[in-house]
């Protein structure tokens, strides 16, 4: 009696079906990526003898454990907060070697003396959302680039475009050496009229 052959399976179509299936989960899996603060870190440098910084050379901001925030001790809407870095850091109250010809500010002898004094120290608690932490920073940092925009248009009007577009494309690597070469000068001097100087101070815990 002749055996009978066991049937085979037809495994012709198994790789085009996985094959599905990997592009279905590619397509539907979403990824989640981290928000977050591009930082450079300065430096750490010995100095023995600290400079003197005047109380209104100082713009304080501060986010309590509920997400409030108060900028020079006063509370204040997020939405405001870019206003207020902007008039702080552009006041140009000073006089003497520390007057600021560039500077558009209401000139105010109580605010700062001009952008390379002015500091913007933040500090926040444990407890603060880290969107709210995030926001806040963004706020600050788009206080510079909207004088740096201001000063790189009055010094460079040929260019065409803001600091933050140029120092975009400064950093883009697909950008020719030889313009990276004729950008770089450029954002330094404007980076020197409006240095940006974000101190943050160690995060407190409230009981």
């Known amino acids: 009696m002749a055996k009978r052959s066991a049937p085979e ?3 012709g179509s198994m790789a085009d079906i996985a094959f599905l299936l990997l592009i279905f989960f590619l397509v539907t899996t979403t990824i989640e ?3 977050g603060l591009n930082r ?8 023995e ?12 901001v501060v986010v309590n ?3 409030q925030l108060l900028a020079e001790e006063e509370l204040t809407d997020i939405s405001d907060l870019r206003a207020l870095a902007v008039e702080f850091l552009d006041n140009g109250g000073g006089e003497g070697e520390e007057a600021c010809d560039y500077c558009q500010g209401p000139g105010d002898s109580k605010s700062s003396d001009n952008p390379d004094k002015a500091i913007i120290s933040l500090k926040n608690d444990r407890e603060t959302s880290y969107r709210v932490y995030i926001a806040v920073q963004n706020e600050l940092v788009a206080a510079y680039n909207e004088l740096r ?23 883009d690597p697909r950008t020719s050496p030889e313009e990276k070469l004729r950008l770089k000068p450029k954002l330094s001097e404007v980076k020197l009229l409006f240095p940006q100087k974000l101190s943050e101070a160690e995060p407190s815990k409230t009981n």
């Open 149 to 171: 925009d201001r000063e790189f248009s009055r010094l460079f009007p040929n260019e065409g475009m803001s600091f933050v577009e140029a120092n975009k494309k400064y950093s």
């Open 40 to 47: 450079k870190l300065p430096p750490i440098e010995d100095i």
């Open 65 to 67: 454990k509920n997400n």
């Open 33 to 35: 990526t981290d928000s």
């Open 9 to 11: 399976v037809n495994a």
């Open 49 to 60: 003898d600290p400079p003197i910084i005047k109380q209104k050379n100082i713009f304080t």
